[in-house]
């Protein structure tokens, strides 16, 4: 089993910056994918960043340049640094942990975040 604690949401003006962090209790596997989804509300949830165990990283067209995700595999963390944000990167934001060895997934709560003046 593994749990997902995100923090690191908040109101942030257009252009500001926010870093969110996900943290695992549990059994963290060696094969793996980090992932940042995102909901915002009547959407579907949606990727925004993945980063896999051997530190491949993918990006949602929308965010590629603003957004990096990145890892601490000591402290079992997964950041997504948000930088240039827009209105439209208004949403919950769910840290996601795809054991991928057995297909397991797991998913945090979720962090608000609102980019509005």
């Known amino acids: 089993q593994v749990q997902l604690v995100e923090s690191g949401g908040g109101l942030v003006q257009p252009g500001g910056s926010l870093r969110l962090s996900c943290v695992a209790s549990?059994?963290?596997?060696?094969?793996?994918?980090w992932g940042w989804y995102r909901q915002a509300p009547g959407k579907q949830r949606t990727l925004v960043a993945k980063i896999t165990s051997n530190g491949f990283t993918n990006y949602a067209d929308s965010v590629k340049g603003r957004f990096t995700i990145s890892r601490d595999i000591v402290k079992k963390t997964v950041y997504l640094q948000m930088n240039s944000l827009k209105p439209e990167d208004t949403a919950v934001y769910y840290c996601?942990?795809?054991?991928?060895?057995?297909?397991?997934?797991?998913w945090g709560q979720g962090t608000q975040v609102t980019v509005s003046s």
């Open positions: 996601n942990h795809l054991r991928a060895t057995t297909g397991e997934e797991y």
């Open positions: 549990g059994n963290i596997l060696s094969i793996y994918t």
